[in-house]
């Protein structure tokens, strides 16, 4: 695991400045996760640049999110208290320029968490989860990118072919597809371009899935890799279990696993936004062969009807029923509005009704 501590040492030191004019400077303090896994070490220190990873706010958000998710109701709301919680503590010690302050809020909260875990109130609180809220997912994503992906993310601007790459889709709207396609721990889902990974972590942490992604790009795998490592870790710093991740390295046109695996996936995903026509076609062919009821989302429709003329029963997209959604505001990378995507469900009874001339629904 990538401690935070570690971000903040070497050529990195430099981005950072004290957080503390007393004289003591710089101080490295540990954070007790809801679980028996040790501590997680963090320099306490602030990044120069407003836009940069800040330990103390890492520290901040992730109490905050222990609090929300592992205690019962009213210890909850009495953790979150505006005056007294542990956060507004720390936040005052910083304020106060008090590094005792500052040391004892942890302390105790530390203290705090280690008896809920001795006691077995974290264990129940978890036993009574029956899903993972999304502001925890996605606290626990923005930890493992940060500490992998971001201090190198201009090798990702290296792309030689920009039809290859089009962004991110950002975490609340893979939450919605996934509510949508009904993904679950019996599921098997596949992202095909899954760039650095983090759809399919978030599949794996999120619902539990069997999760598969193939990206072409090096430099990008390279990241997925790193950030698969650092979410098992992270995992269970966390005290969660996850969905087995799964992530090769090819062309998803040509890889034999992904054929494979396509015959058994429930949800596929694929960002085509920027796809070429021809490889929207091959991949539908490849899509003959997924089981009935498999589910693929795409930012581009596979079933454009009438942009292509009349469909006839030898047109693979007969096969398939589509709905088309909106995603709503700052659910993509590349854009701050609302884009379309789409939904279409394997369903061999349209050719049969259509063969028969019977309506479609």
Known sequence: MIHGADMTCGDSAKDFGPAFTASEGSFVVE??????????????????????????KDIEYTIEEICLNYFPPEQSLSLQDEANGPVRLLKRAVTKNSPSDYRKALDDFNALVRKSLSDGTVSNVLDGMHALPLSLVKRILAQVYSRTVSPK???????KDKGQTYGELLPTFVHTVFQQTHLNSKSVFVDLGSGVGNVVLQAALQTGAESWGIEIMQNPCEFANAQAEELKARARLWGLSMGPVNLLTGD??????????????????????????????????????????AKVVSLESFTPGSRQGARNEQNPSSLFSEEKHESGTYSVSWAGESVDYYIATKDSTRLLKRQKGLPLR
């Open 252 to 293: 998803f046109l040509e890889s034999p696993e992904i054929d494979r695996i396509l015959q058994l996936a429930d949800v596929i995903l694929v960002n085509n936004k920027v796809f070429p026509q021809h490889l929207n076609v091959h991949l539908l062919d490849k899509f003959l062969d997924l089981k009935e009821g």
């Open 31 to 56: 954070l007790q996760y809801p679980s028996t896994s040790p501590p997680e070490r963090f320099e306490i220190v602030t990044a120069r640049d407003s836009q940069g990873w800040d330990p103390l």
């Open 153 to 159: 993310a201009h090798l990702l601007r290296r792309v």
